[in-house]
């Protein structure tokens, strides 16, 4: 069992290797973004309560996340899980801490994917997603081969997020200092963090979060 958290801004790439862990190690990806959105376009009640806060850049409730995670955890079969904008506050790491203890299992790394702020805007501005398979694109840097249709299952529903625009990427960002960027002190004082350098290209960053989890999962 191999348990990871990616941790970091709001455009550091986080999903984009998450998406390329499950298939080279067979870990299940859970994004409590993705279950979000999920909710939200499946008109749920909590889609409902959670779409204002996730369009201003807000965070949703603790109590809504961990419920959503508590879930999955119960009844996802894996080798591992790889957290993907989870947790974000101090709360939601006591959280999962204790949900995957009690499972007898435990966290073998977090890895820090540091990202300046500039950056980050030019990768939000730029991101699409493919809506049937969820493949991540970027205009520049990671476009797709055809005109309008996803490399990795050819459909036409490509998508740019509502929440990707110049105000909400602010908020967003103030969220993240606020209220996530603490965990990098938290996780380092447990002995699990590990950051990687995120300005790397895909490919690079994907190859220093191998060279991570071969150090995390020898010791
Ligand atoms: P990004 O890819 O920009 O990091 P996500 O897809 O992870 O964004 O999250 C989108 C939005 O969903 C967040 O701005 C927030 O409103 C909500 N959200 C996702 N994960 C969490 C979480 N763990 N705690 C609180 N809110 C969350
Ligand atoms: P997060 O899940 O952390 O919000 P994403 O994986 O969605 O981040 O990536 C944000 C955007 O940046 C996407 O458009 C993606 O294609 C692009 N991207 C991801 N990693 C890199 C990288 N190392 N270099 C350049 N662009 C990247
Ligand atoms: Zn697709």
Redesign the pocket.
């Known amino acids: 069992m191999t348990n990871i958290i990616l941790l970091g801004?709001?455009?550091?790439g986080?999903?984009t290797q998450a998406r390329r862990l499950v298939e080279e190690r067979g870990l299940v990806q859970l994004?409590?973004?993705?279950m979000?959105?999920e909710a939200k376009d499946s008109g749920t009640e909590m889609g409902k309560i959670?779409a204002d806060?996730?369009a201003r850049?807000?965070?949703?409730?603790?109590e809504i996340?961990i419920g959503l995670i508590e879930e999955k955890l119960a009844t996802a079969k894996a080798n591992g899980f790889i957290f993907?904008?989870?947790?974000?506050?101090l709360a939601?790491a006591d959280a999962l801490a204790s949900l995957l203890k009690r499972s007898g299992n435990q966290l073998d790394a977090v890895i820090e994917m540091r990202v300046d702020d500039e950056a980050l805007v030019d990768r939000?501005s730029g991101r699409f997603t493919c809506g049937k398979c969820g493949e991540v694109y970027h205009d520049k840097t990671k476009p797709v081969k055809v005109d309008g249709t996803c490399d990795e299952c050819g459909s036409n529903d490509l998508r740019h997020r509502a929440?990707?625009n110049a105000e909400s990427l602010k908020q967003?960002l103030m969220?993240y200092y606020k209220k996530t960027s603490p965990l990098i002190g938290y996780y380092y004082a447990m002995g699990d963090l590990f950051t990687v350098d995120g300005l790397q290209e895909i490919e690079d960053v994907a190859k220093s979060i191998a060279n991570v989890l071969d150090q995390a999962t020898a010791s």
């Open positions: 801004p709001p455009g550091a986080k999903g994004s409590t973004g993705d979000l959105r959670v806060v996730m850049g807000d965070l949703v409730t603790d996340v993907d904008g989870f947790p974000r506050t939601q939000i929440d990707d967003r969220e």
